[in-house]
């Protein structure tokens, strides 16, 4: 029977991460390789999807096949659709006519396993093994929903880029799935290409690059808070003496951002190029080698640290600790990982301790990761103690919620005086009745 392996890719960046995997022999041997590529953008008919994007097509021979899963689910929108379990054969019998899968024994390789179209396609595919692979830092973090044990089960491996040495992820550890290192070499070796492929950029050689990252349509800054960020960047930069600035706004980003920047840089003599055409960071790494990369959490702030060698500096992570809501908000580990390990741009985002070493770092993942997942990762109990009893007040405050803290029994989250109430049954007894009355006063 043949074997197809279906890819789903929904940036340029994940389609490179695939092309890195298969190059280096990372995921199982198939027949047929089926890319499918989904626009996830809210208007995806206006955005142009990743198979559109400049120097997608020195990636496509990796593939004997593009497809586009819009079209396959069209007119439904393919972050926010699901099907019904009845329907599922329906959908498969459906797929393999469109792809010309036939009988073929169909394995999944997808990433963002805990959203769709990821999760849609794996349950389109009952009986398909599945390989996931990292989108950028947040695989360092804890899995973001539980996984159908239908789905879970089937997960063999998590294939991620080395973006912090020493650092394994925690998503998907729950579920025992073993991590897979996809070797840097590879993935440097298909920006090269994606960079020889894509038209040139006219950005300068050695100017400074300030990476925008559209925080507001994920409701973590307002547009006016991200815009004052952008102006922070640029003066950051500015006072470290660059005098040529690239911005690179994220794709999705409006394009009127820009004016507040072009007006700021004229104030400040700087001269201000703008990307206009969706290319990757790591692609003007590769073509222009800045001499500065600052952003606030951008994945690409640690491709240009730890695979390209690029000065970086951090800009607003101290506010984004302190803002993100839930304390489980996915992007707090790639927060944490960046403001731990990276420089500030200014005083402003500084902190007050030294950028902890590998076990230092390890500890401080696996105590957020624990804090943010507690159910999910029980084990991670016993070090989320260790760390905490050991942090500094100004790194656990930094870092760590004393309200969640509280709320987990564990150190800092009472003041010392008081840390005996958690183990005093006649005060846990209180606290259990005081909610009880709260509950039955409260107003409908």
Known sequence: ???????????????????????????????????????????????????????????????????????????????????????????????????????????????????????????????????????????????????????????????????????????????????????????????????????????????????????????????????HLHLRMLRGVAARGHRTVVFKPHPSAPAHWTRPLEKEAAELGVELRVVDTPVLAEVLFTATRPELVAGCFSTALMTASSLFGLPVARTGTAALLERLTPYQNSNRVPVTLVDALLPPLDDADGAAYPPPGTAGLVSLVRAVGYCMQPSALPGLRDDAVSCLAACPPPLRARYFKRRRLASLALPGGVPARLAFLPRNALARRLVRRARAIRRRVRPA
Not at 28 to 36: E, H, T, Y
Not at 56 to 64: E, I, Y
Not at 157 to 169: Q, S
Not at 193 to 205: E, F, I, R, W
Request: proline share 10%.
């Open 1 to 227: 029977m043949a074997r197809t392996q279906i890819l789903l890719a929904s940036t340029l960046y994940g389609v490179a991460t695939l092309a890195a995997a298969l190059d280096a022999g990372c995921l199982p041997a198939a027949d047929r390789r089926l890319l499918v590529v989904s626009n996830n953008a809210a208007v995806p008919e206006t955005t142009p999807g990743p198979d559109a994007a400049p120097g997608f097509g020195a990636l496509r021979d990796r593939f004997d096949q593009v497809v586009s899963w819009n079209g396959a689910v069209f007119p439904f929108h393919p972050g926010g659709w699901s099907p019904r379990p009845e329907d599922v054969p329906l959908w498969e019998r459906h797929l393999r006519s469109l792809w010309d899968l036939g009988a073929d024994e169909v394995s999944l390789v997808v990433e963002s396993i805990q959203v769709e179209p990821a999760l849609a396609l794996v349950r389109l595919f009952p009986d398909a093994p599945v390989e996931v692979y990292a989108d950028g830092l947040m695989s360092y973090g804890p899995t973001r929903n539980k996984l159908d044990p239908l789905v879970a089960t089937r997960i063999r491996a998590l294939l991620h880029l080395d973006l912090v040495p020493g650092l394994t992820p925690l998503l998907l550890t729950e579920y025992g799935v073993p991590p897979v290192v996809v070797p840097s070499e590879a993935f440097s070796a298909v920006l090269s290409q994606l960079a020889a492929a894509a038209p040139p950029s006219g950005v300068p050689t050695g100017a400074a690059l300030l990476l925008g990252q559209y925080l507001s349509a994920l409701g973590i800054l307002t547009a006016r808070e991200e815009e």
